[in-house]
């Protein structure tokens, strides 16, 4: 079976590249369609040996990531056409597109949804299969799929990722020192052009609240100011989840970073416009509370849940240690979902048969 993965966001090739282990483990071909400029996309597809083929460069306003999509959609029907797969595995627009054009079935995974607006309703009513965590609302119909579990446990599952200790003397950091992790987001994303993030002053206040109590290192999906730019993290890509686990705290307006750190074991608080509208992340802070999220106009208590939390580290761990206990007993392994669905889909269209504008029979 050949299988085509369209990953337009590192954490597309975390999820993704999970479920393509279980597929190279079984003998399969794989190939990906990388997105240059998006963060570390392309760096962590190269970081697991795979290869990919660059799409166009990331958008950053709705004109150029319109320009993007169009581009993005040529390019995936020409690589589907020479490629041939037999699934198409993405969460983006241009994958979907591709595998409707050539009556190739696309496996749409999603944890956005609808909430995610024009980037769902151009992609999810043209799939096979969508699939989304069982903390998603809104219902897609008989090709809806839901797995219990979240997004972050395909890759952050303990069965998958055991966090390093080496990590921290690869960031310099001596015996007892606490480590703090600030993460800042680009919003360029489709879905985040209209959404905003901390600023630059709300920024050094956390910053001088951290600095008091440990080291500080930031993750930026862009170029940090002079003055920040010596605290961006240093260690590779594929490496910062490790970076995460290290972490006494982890605070900033990212919408995947924060979950991961919850994920992984790390207290994590978010302060963004996307607060409390997210299904899944919603149900990781109220069911579980694994991370907090806090909306622009709630800076006040954002500052006090801070510095509420900094009071006694210790303790807050403790609490997020049973927690996350908790959910891992209530989930179950999403990659095994998504693995079987990746079958399924392949076995329904049937090997072998030849699809239009594909000239290649299987």
Known sequence: MKVLIDAVHPADVWTLGAVEDRLLAAGEETMWISRPGKDSVVELIEARGRPHIAGPRAGTNMISLARELVSRDWLALRTVRRFGPDVILTRSPAGVHAGRLTRTPVLYDTDDGHVAGLL??????????????????????????????????????????????????????????????LRLTAFTASHDVSERGMNRQQIDRILSRLEDLGTVVISSEQALPTDLAARQVSTPPERFHHVLA????????????????????????????????????????????????????????????LDRVLEDLDSEHAAHAQRRQQMLEWSDDPVEDLTAWTYELATRQGFGRTRLFRGRTG
């Open 120 to 181: 769902y309703y151009v992609a999810g009513p043209f799939a096979n299969l969508i699939a989304s965590p069982t903390a998603t609302e809104k219902s897609y119909g008989s090709k809806h799929r839901k797995y219990r579990g979240y997004k972050e446990l395909f890759y952050l599952h303990p069965s998958r990722f055991t966090a390093d200790p080496a990590i921290r003397a690869e960031l310099g950091l001596k015996d007892g020192k606490r480590l703090f992790v």
């Open 246 to 305: 290290a972490a006494d705290l982890v605070v900033g307006d990212s919408q995947t970073v924060c979950s991961e750190a919850g994920v992984i074991g790390t207290p994590s608080l978010r302060y963004n416009t996307w607060a409390g509208r997210h299904p899944y992340q919603v149900e990781l802070q109220e069911r579980w509370g694994l991370t907090k999220a806090f909306a622009l106009s709630e800076e006040t208590a954002f500052f006090s849940e």
